[in-house]
């Protein structure tokens, strides 16, 4: 199993609209609705933003947004903000009833 | 409230065996459609899913490392165990535990703080 293709990097002044793509195959992410996103600070253990494609927990800032079209997923962040700057990962539902995740995206907040 | 804590050694040498305890609260392993999976995450690298094991015992692992993993549960102590053999330095990653809860697809909504293991001789 593959993992999911991010960018490396992504970049967004204060107040700017960010999107992060996760690229996958039929077999995970084209396949199911199960794409959830995390973000991870440095030093800390990963935290859900996003689960099922589109559905934010509980405490999660309406600014972040999650969608899919195809094989990619994607994460928008709204109104960047600095508390924003970590690394995200997607992470995908797969038909060997296995998970994968993506390489991971750093966003840095200019 | 839903805690999970990691424990296990935090340096094992070449070809031996890593045993990883994941030992959680606030919740229940026989709850059906619950969860628990290892993740891993080498130093300055990517996220990478290792193992789960469903509340029906039910056991999936990683392709790429299936020969070398095994999961366990043990509902009444609410602990899972994860072991890993044969380990090289290249297995050096701060081990996670996490929950996926029941009918909310398949995400990992509560996570443990992580152990560091260094494979060294």
């Known amino acids: 199993q593959s993992a999911l293709t991010q960018p490396a990097s992504v970049s967004g002044s204060p107040g700017q609209s960010i999107t992060i793509s996760c690229t996958g195959t039929?077999?995970?992410?084209?396949?199911?609705?199960?794409v959830s996103w995390y973000q991870q600070h440095p030093g800390k253990a990963p935290k859900l933003m996003i689960y099922d494609v589109s559905n934010r927990p509980s405490g999660v800032s309406n600014r972040f947004s999650g969608s899919k079209s195809g094989n990619t997923a994607s994460l928008t962040i709204s109104g960047l903000q600095a508390e924003d700057e970590a690394d995200y990962y997607c992470s995908s539902y797969t038909s060997s009833s296995t998970l994968v995740f993506g390489t991971g995206t750093k966003v840095t907040v200019l | 409230q839903v805690t999970l804590r990691e424990s296990g050694p935090a340096l094992v040498k070449p070809t031996q065996t890593l045993t990883l305890t994941c030992t959680f609260s606030?919740?229940?392993?026989?709850?059906?459609?619950?969860?628990v999976s290892w993740i891993r995450q080498p130093p300055g690298k990517a996220l990478e899913w290792l193992a789960r094991i469903d509340w029906d015992d039910d056991k999936y692992y990683s392709t790429s490392l299936k020969t070398r993993l095994t999961i366990s549960k043990d509902t009444s102590k609410n602990q899972v165990v994860l072991t890993m053999t044969n380990m090289d330095p290249v297995d050096t990653a701060t081990y996670y535990c996490a929950r996926i809860p029941p009918h909310d697809g398949y995400n990992f909504d509560y996570w443990g703080q992580g152990t560091l293991v260094t494979v060294s001789s």
């Open positions: 039929s077999s995970d992410v084209g396949g199911y609705n199960y």
């Open positions: 606030g919740f229940s392993l026989s709850t059906s459609g619950m969860c």
